[in-house]
C-alpha cells in the first residue's frame, strides 16, 4: 500500500503561480510513474502532467503545456507540480497518483493506469 499526501494547494490571482508537492510513502518510490490529475466542480477528473518513475521522461496535457512543469526527488520520495502563469480555468482540485511499473520511461495517462491516489489540495485562481 502506498499512501500519497498533497500540499500546496491555495488561492492566488490570474498570473500567478503555485507548486503542489506530493510525498509518497513507498520505500520503492524510485519504481513508480506519477502523475498529476485535477477534477474542478461538475467535472470529470482530467490528466494534467506525467514523469516517468525514472524523471527522464514527462508529458503534459496541450492546456498546460509551457505553464506547468512536473519533476521528482525520488530521494525525498516526492513529485511536484510548478504551476505558473495560472489562469481561472485551472481551479481545481489536484490529485497525485502513482503506478508501480518496470518500464522507466513510460509516462500514463489515464486514470485507470493509477493503483494510488491521494487526496487532493484545493488551487482557487481568481480573475
Known amino acids: 500500500q502506498v499512501h500519497l499526501v498533497e500540499s500546496g494547494g491555495g488561492l492566488v490571482q490570474a498570473g500567478g503561480s503555485l507548486r503542489l508537492s506530493c510525498t509518497a510513502s513507498a520505500r520503492t518510490f524510485r519504481l513508480y510513474a506519477m502523475g498529476w490529475f485535477r477534477q474542478a466542480p461538475g467535472m470529470e477528473r482530467e490528466f494534467v502532467a506525467g514523469?516517468?518513475?525514472?524523471?527522464?521522461?514527462?508529458y503534459y496535457t496541450d492546456a498546460v503545456k509551457g505553464r506547468f512543469t512536473i519533476s521528482r526527488d525520488n530521494a525525498e520520495n516526492t513529485v511536484y507540480l510548478q504551476m505558473n502563469s495560472l489562469k481561472p480555468e485551472d481551479t481545481a482540485v489536484y490529485f497525485c497518483a502513482a503506478h508501480f511499473t518496470s518500464r522507466t520511461t513510460v509516462i500514463y495517462k489515464t486514470l485507470r493506469d493509477y493503483e494510488y491516489w491521494g487526496q487532493g489540495t484545493q488551487a482557487t485562481v481568481s480573475s
Open positions: 514523469i516517468s518513475s525514472t524523471g527522464y521522461a514527462t
